[in-house]
Each structure stands twice: as structure tokens, then as C-alpha cells.
Nanobody, 119 residues
């Protein structure tokens, strides 16, 4: 599975961006999908996740500002980011997990898209 992220850019604090992650295979086959981010000198952190059953999970720092969603017809994962803050500046990466036989799990990372929020 290939994941292609896009939609990053430079935005002023308080602005919005919408990230997209296009999957090369059906998102219906994914157990879960997520967005992570990594800022320079910091560890990679989970931003938001979405299970196949529609359950969402958000980092405390983005709750109420970010929304994760998926369009299965387009095989695309989205991250709507509102009220952006300078501390949201990072490379954002999409991630997917697909079930294999038995307990096998296949994990995929997309390339990152840079989000820069100016103060």
C-alpha cells in the first residue's frame, strides 16, 4: 500500500489547512488510519486516528481544532486543521494498518507533508 500525503503549507496562526492522504488500495481494507506529526528535535506523536468502525481519537493538544475523516469512495484520508497554532508546525505523516492472516498486521507510512504556522 502506498500513501501519498498532500495539503501542507505555510499559514498564519488562526488559519486552516486540510491535509489529504491518498491510498493506493481501498481504505475499506484498512483496520485503522491515522495522522502523526514530527517537529524538529521532537519525537513523532499521534495527532488523530480513525478506526474502520468510525471511532476517532485525538491528541489532547488538537481536540476541538482538528477533525479526521475518510472518503472510502476516493480512498483518501483527511485531516481538517482549524485554529492553527505555531506549535502545530511539523511534518505530518499518514499511517495505515491492514489486517493480514491471523494476528498479522501490515503497517504503512506515507511520506510527510510540511505544515508551518507563523505567529
Amino acid at each position: 500500500v502506498q500513501l501519498q500525503a498532500s495539503g501542507g503549507g505555510l499559514v498564519q496562526a488562526g488559519g486552516s489547512l486540510r491535509l489529504s492522504c491518498a491510498a493506493s488500495e481501498s481504505t475499506l481494507s484498512m483496520e485503522s488510519m491515522a495522522w502523526y506529526r514530527q517537529a524538529p528535535g521532537k519525537v513523532r506523536e499521534l495527532v488523530a486516528s480513525l478506526s474502520s468502525g468510525g471511532l476517532t481519537n485525538y491528541a489532547d493538544s488538537v481536540k476541538g481544532r482538528f477533525t479526521i475523516s475518510r472518503d472510502n469512495a476516493e480512498n483518501t484520508l483527511f485531516l481538517q486543521m482549524n485554529s492553527l497554532k505555531p506549535e502545530d508546525t511539523a511534518v505530518y505523516l499518514c499511517y495505515a494498518v491492514r489486517n493480514g492472516k491471523g494476528w498479522t498486521r501490515y503497517r504503512y507510512w506515507g511520506q510527510g507533508t510540511q505544515v508551518t504556522v507563523s505567529s
